[in-house]
């Protein structure tokens, strides 16, 4: 049984045509590309018109056959201009097919031939026994499952859970070379970084990144549940409506609410340990990338480029900040990059770091631009992270809608204080991180708050995405 | 099943009040132990102290012959075991852990023959006995210490552990922190030390000493023969030291339990060994053996975390134990509690989640006791009746056998103004009358003074006026205590956190045969830890198609389905949904 791959071209092509994450990832390329361009290809590419139909055609660039009896299964790769994606095509009789597709019409391709008669064709990650034979061969057969969950589809990739035990994350959206995603968890994996969900098996084929396969764990939580949790104990604490006590408001005042950090501090569902505890894991994270990437010594240009790049004249914050001189500023290191309450996860066994690079075109869905890959100091990771608590805060405020009170207000602004603050220290206090941050604390807190507006800038530009 | 107790309640057409009480205490026995050596896997066990529950003779002091007369009521409450606190002969300078001769009984307590007869009656009403044994030392008065300490040559001389320094072993930790300075007293008539792990009061037995290891098995024999259904060891750990060790856990320690246990096993069939092992769980495991040392063994940790648990309104304190907790052989079980006679201990802990308890269930000063908090359930959280129904409903459903601890049923309280651990141990409250109905004594006679106070007070709260009060936390846990029952899964069935994705839900499920018959039955169990209301999401893909029927009212839930499965719970509210599929014929 040999399949009709060309009889498959055309149907892959306008398969991937219909994707919305195909067309999100064309409409941002060609943005990015530039007002003469005429798609993402024509900055390298030919600039007649003929060159421009060429560079925006779909073509497939590759075809292999993974499973040639039925159901079967193949990997295509198509060619947008510079684009490359990735389509996983399944074929079975078509009263198979349905029954495989449980009606999810949406996946189909169309009718093609294997060569033992006709079948359709489809993606093939929409089949349960296709997503289990994938799993088989990516990992070389060491590992076989029995259940499949899919996650929502985001841009860049698929994800699926096999029996709430693996994770499969198949990229759709490919990158020449080695991912960075991909390079990070194998190099964090490689130098003993545990904090993360342990890399199981890695794909990679036609010299893309294909896959990457992870142990799950069910169990873990976004770290913005626990913030929210915690903010939600708190904020229940403060009256509803300012009281009425037009005579002596101080001291109606001080009846209602006590000094806010204390009350923070007092507060049931404190989250200081857990900020504490993620300080530390942020810590372990930036001396295992350190191991894996190297180091450079920071200096004032270090911070200056990252301020520029995010639109701040940075001339105040280094003067406030003083001398930044090689050996006083700590190091440049590999980032994490997207570093915030998304990103990390609570497990039974501690803090676990996500989000290595998700979309490589977007940063990420949802936090902004990505510093993905760029040298940076570690308090720009701090940064993100305290912003992310700030923002935190702010939702559980405005989530009280009428409520919100100056009381829960001040009371949100201590939740921020004790929490960022047990961030910094669990990272400072965990060998060997504080000689990745400038030694002078003053300059420290300069340069974390000038990242931070720097985050807030970026925020009130693109709302939505935080 | 408890035909007398059901009777009595659908007889009165009401639950029992004061008059249908004392007839509970004389309803003939209803109920014959079952020949089972595995017992204590599904046992509710409720330990009680005996001067403390019930005073029979009215000279102030509960005794074993009060025990008797209100085994009635442990009968209907639904209690498997009794685990007493140590009656023997003693200067109660530790509670009666300094024990002065350990085939005695204190005469303020009864006599051996009321301890046979306890054993007997309460075997009658289908309901085990066990005892405190104090492993590793005696008190001070105990003839043996009088002996040994006389002289460096009598016969007992090497009994105890002597020493001409103090400073050996100076790395081995000391327990009691508050009073104690050393481990080494110096005795001035014998003119050495002698160690002691716990007070000064307490030196330890030499169990390098064969005759010491035979001595105490005699006395291990001598209550077993007189009808004790097993012992609660206590301070296991200790029993051995050596040079370059922390003295605690040695591989003597556990050579003599794997001795005390085959005594037991060839001659006393269906006993039971309960071992006090305050360590993690990974250590705590091997006082299980292979299933040849203890039967059960307390799951410390496990406890303050619950609290914190509630306290923080997120599930991670419990299910980071839950995942350090090791598999434990067959026919091994956990004893699981809530609150004791001690304090809440915090050793077991980090020191920052110290500090949070600390802060959070001992502001006052006078609640901390070691390193621990010496408070009661109610007033621990703040007498909220949701949250000890919670605490209950997982207690009764996490893996373990669960230990209550006297009127805790009741929701009593606890008077932190009392000394050392005093506070938690006042007497039972059973009536609004004199004394709580506990004792016909003058006041001043009294053990310990009775709760007095408006909000826990005998008063208040006394198990007269919450058996007449249908909707009482009494007639509650009773109700759940029958339900565990009928479902022994929640003994013997295995453990499976399940991920919700709200961090205030803990859910998980409880599987396995049963009783090992039967197909396999799964209850998923799901708790909401926070004061307000909760929804989660929680993956039940494996038992797609089960009709989820609450196992409390029997009413059907939605059928599980192919998406993750939704659940709703009130403040601190939960469910025991059996996922069994009623549906089907």
Not at chain 1, 10 to 28: D, G, H
Not at chain 2, 205 to 227: C, H, K, T
Not at chain 2, 403 to 414: A, F, I, K, T
Request: glycine content about 8%; overall charge negative.
């Amino acid at each position: 049984m040999t399949l009709d791959v060309d009889a498959l071209r055309p149907l892959a092509r306008t398969y991937l045509e219909r994707q919305p994450w195909y067309q999100a990832t064309i409409s941002v390329a060609d943005a990015t590309a530039g007002p003469d361009a005429p798609s993402a290809a024509g900055t390298t590419g030919p600039s007649t018109e003929a060159g421009a139909a060429r560079a925006t055609a779909v073509e497939v660039e590759s075809a292999e056959v993974l499973r040639a009896q039925r159901p079967g299964l193949a990997r295509f790769v198509l060619a947008r201009g510079e684009l490359r994606f990735q389509l996983l095509v399944g074929w079975r009789p078509a009263a198979s097919a349905a029954e495989a597709l449980r009606g999810g019409e949406s996946a189909l391709l169309g009718p093609c031939s294997d060569g033992d008669g006709p079948v359709l064709a489809y993606d093939a990650l929409a089949d349960d026994d296709l997503v289990l034979a994938l799993l088989a061969h990516v990992t070389g057969g060491a590992e076989r499952a029995e259940r499949v969950r899919r996650m929502p589809t985001l841009v860049s990739h698929s994800s699926v859970v096999f029996d709430e035990r693996l994770f499969m994350k198949c990229y759709r959206v490919l990158e020449r070379g080695a991912r960075s995603e991909v390079d990070v968890v194998l190099r964090l994996d490689e130098v003993g970084f545990n904090a993360l969900p342990a890399p199981v098996a890695h794909w990679r084929a036609g010299g893309y990144d294909l896959a990457l396969v992870r142990e799950f764990l069910p169990g873990a939580l976004e770290g913005r549940l626990l913030a929210m949790t915690s903010l939600r104990d708190l904020l229940a604490h403060a009256p509803a409506a300012a009281p009425p006590a037009p005579e002596a408001p101080d001291e109606a005042a001080s009846v209602t609410l006590g000094d806010p950090d204390a009350e923070v501090a007092a507060a049931g569902g404190d989250l200081a340990s857990e900020m504490r505890r993620l300080g530390a894991t942020t810590a372990s994270l930036h001396l295992a990338l350190v191991q894996g990437f190297g180091e450079q010594p920071a200096d004032a240009s270090t911070f200056a480029r990252a301020l520029r790049r995010e639109g701040i004249d940075p001339a105040e914050a280094l003067e406030k900040a003083g001398p930044l001189d090689r050996g006083a500023a700590g190091s440049a290191i590999r980032l994490h990059g997207d570093y915030h309450l998304r990103r990390v996860m609570r497990s039974e066994a501690g803090w676990l770091v996500v989000g290595f690079g998700d979309d490589p075109l977007y940063g990420s869905t949802d936090a902004g631009t990505s510093l993905r890959g760029t040298l940076g100091s570690p308090l720009e990771d701090l940064a993100d992270m305290t912003f992310s608590l700030r923002m935190a805060a702010r939702e559980a405020l405005g989530q009280r809608g009428s409520a919100e009170t100056a009381a829960a207000s001040l009371l949100a602004d201590a939740w921020w204080r004790r929490n960022a603050g047990a961030l910094v220290e669990g990272y400072l206090t965990t060998d060997g991180a504080v000689r990745l941050v400038p030694a002078d604390p003053a300059t420290r807190e300069t340069l974390l708050a000038a990242f931070e507006s720097a985050r807030e800038l970026r925020y009130e530009a693109t709302p939505a995405e935080a | 099943m408890r035909p007398a107790a059901r009777q009595l309640v659908t007889a009165a057409g009401a639950p029992p009040g004061a008059s249908e009480l004392s007839h509970v205490e004389t309803t003939p026995a209803s109920r014959p132990l079952l020949d089972d050596p595995r017992w204590y896997e599904r046992a509710v066990f409720y330990e009680l102290l005996p001067r403390g529950f019930y005073d029979a003779n009215g000279d102030g002091v509960g005794d074993v012959p009060g025990i008797i007369e209100k085994l009635g009521y442990l009968e209907w409450l639904g209690v498997d075991c009794i685990w007493l606190l140590p009656f023997y002969p003693s200067p109660l300078k530790d509670g009666g852990y300094d024990v002065a001769d350990f085939c005695g009984v204190a005469p303020d307590c009864g006599t051996v023959d009321d301890v046979v007869r306890l054993v007997e009656e309460a075997h009658r009403r289908g309901i085990r006995v066990i005892a405190d044994l104090v492993l590793n030392h005696t008190s001070d008065q105990h003839p043996w210490f009088k002996e040994s300490r006389s002289s460096r040559d009598n016969p007992k001389a090497d009994w105890y552990v002597w020493s001409d320094t103090d400073q050996r072993w100076s790395d081995v930790r000391i327990i009691f922190l508050d009073v104690e300075r050393s481990n080494w007293t110096y005795d001035p008539v014998r003119q050495q030390y002698y160690w002691h792990r716990f007070y000064h009061h307490q030196p330890d037995l030499n169990y390098e000493n064969p005759e010491v290891r035979e001595a105490m098995l005699s006395v291990v024999r001598f209550w077993l023969d007189r009808g004790l259904d097993g012992f609660r060891l206590d301070a296991v750990p200790y029993l051995y030291q050596h040079d370059g060790a922390l003295g605690e856990n040695l591989p003597e320690t556990h050579a003599f339990l794997r001795r005390l246990r085959q005594e037991v096993d060839r001659d006393y069939p269906n006993r039971v060994l309960l071992a006090e092992a305050n360590q993690w769980p990974v250590d705590v495991v091997d006082y299980f053996g292979d299933g040849d040392e203890c039967h059960m063994c307390f799951h410390f940790p496990l406890m303050p975390r619950m609290f914190m648990a509630l306290r923080r309104e997120q599930r991670f304190p419990v299910t980071e134990i839950l995942a350090q907790t090791p598999d434990i052989p067959d026919g091994t079980q956990w004893g699981i509690f809530l609150r004791n006679h001690d304090e809440l201990t915090l050793e077991m802990v980090t020191d920052e989640e110290r500090d949070y308890m600390y802060a959070e269930y001992a502001r006052d000063p006078r609640m901390r006791r070691n390193l621990g908090i010496a408070r009661r359930l109610a007033p621990l959280v703040d007498n909220d009746r949701r949250v000890a129904e919670l605490l209950h409903a997982l207690l009764l459903s996490l893996p373990g056998s669960p230990v209550l601890y006297y009127g805790d049923e009741l929701l009593m309280g606890d008077n932190i103004y009392l000394g050392d651990r005093d506070g938690v141990r006042t007497p039972m409250q059973w009536t609004p009358d004199r004394n709580g109905g506990f004792s016909r004594a003058d006041f001043a006679q009294l053990v310990l003074p009775p709760l007095m106070d408006p909000v826990y007070g005998y008063q208040a709260v006394n198990v007269e006026a919450e058996m007449r009060d249908p909707s009482s936390f009494l007639h509650w846990l009773q109700r759940m205590l029958a339900v565990r029952r009928q479902h022994p899964i929640f003994a013997t069935g295995g453990l499976e956190v399940l991920p919700a994705d709200n961090p205030s839900v803990l859910a998980y499920i409880r599987s396995g045969m049963g009783d090992g018959e039967g197909p396999e039955r799964s209850v998923l169990c799901v708790s909401n830890l926070s004061r307000f209301a909760q929804s989660a999401d929680m993956s039940l893909a494996r038992w797609q198609g089960a009709v989820p029927v609450e196992l409390i009212g029997r009413a059907e839930f939605p059928s599980v389905g192919e998406d993750p499965y939704h659940v709703m719970l009130g403040p601190y509210g939960f469910y025991w949904l059996d996922l069994e599929d009623w549906g089907q014929p």
